[in-house]
């Protein structure tokens, strides 16, 4: 098993920036797809950017060139660096993993561990 535990959320205006962070503990090894999805009440969960253990990283259309996906293998840490926030962003925030390769349009189906959440709210 393998727990996962983010940090990170909070109130800001539009326009401002945020970075989440999410710990990973207990059986890490072979972990070869992290990500950060969201959700509003009433929506499905949404990917928002992942990574997988090549190092190849994938965007929601919404975020691209606003949010930056990282990751230190070292500490066992994700990182969801969000500039340029909008109202629209606002939602409670999941790091996932799972033991497959990241798909090209990552699903909440397809990962096994999930954090608890933090909420996200910008205000305009």
């Known amino acids: 098993q393998q727990q996962l535990a983010e940090s990170g959320g909070g109130s800001v205006q539009a326009g401002g920036s945020l970075t989440l962070t999410c710990v990973a503990s207990?059986?890490?090894?072979?972990?070869?797809?992290r990500a950060w999805f969201r959700q509003v009440p009433g929506q499905e969960r949404e990917a928002v950017a992942s990574?997988?253990?090549?190092?190849?990283?994938t965007y929601a259309n919404s975020v691209k060139g606003r949010f930056f996906i990282s990751k230190d293998n070292a500490k066992n840490t994700l990182s969801l660096q969000m500039n340029s926030l909008k109202p629209e962003d606002t939602a409670l925030y999941y790091c996932?993993?799972?033991?497959?390769?990241?798909?090209?349009?990552?699903?909440?189906?397809?990962?096994?561990?999930w954090g608890q959440g933090t909420q996200v709210t910008v205000s305009s």
């Open positions: 207990g059986y890490t090894y072979s972990t070869h797809c």
């Open positions: 996932a993993a799972d033991h497959k390769y990241c798909s090209d349009l990552p699903q909440s189906r397809d990962f096994r561990y």
């Open positions: 990574v997988d253990s090549s190092d190849i990283i």
